[in-house]
């Protein structure tokens, strides 16, 4: 049974960082290009992150020198260093497989970033 559950997000403030994770499961994990999306309000979900199997990584241009994504395949686990947020990054930030998915999204987690 796939499953992907995302966590790490919450309330900061602009300027701040947050780290988030995923945990997948029921995959082989390393074989996965795995990705971070994001869904604002009112806003379609879009993909800012991405690391290949072998750890090769790109980023949205919105998110490129703040954000950075890395795995642990030993924990089926997926993450995002977020620094230097800004209020535009509040969204909920879910994980899944590129380019495309798992046929499942996890429940997300939301970074929302006010002062």
């Known amino acids: 049974q796939v499953q992907l559950v995302e966590s790490g997000g919450g309330l900061v403030q602009p300027g701040g960082s947050l780290r988030l994770s995923c945990a997948a499961s029921g995959i082989v994990f390393r074989i996965y290009a795995m990705g971070w999306y994001r869904q604002a309000p009112g806003k379609q979900r879009e993909l800012v992150a991405r690391?290949?199997?072998?750890?090769?990584?790109n980023y949205a241009d919105s998110v490129k020198d703040r954000f950075t994504i890395s795995r642990d395949n030993a924990k089926n686990t997926v993450y995002l260093q977020m620094n230097s947020l800004k209020p535009e990054d509040t969204a909920v930030y879910y994980c899944?497989?590129?380019?495309?998915?798992?046929?499942?999204w996890g429940q997300g987690t939301q970074v929302t970033v006010s002062s």
């Open positions: 690391i290949t199997s072998g750890g090769s990584t």
């Open positions: 899944n497989a590129v380019p495309r998915g798992l046929g499942l």
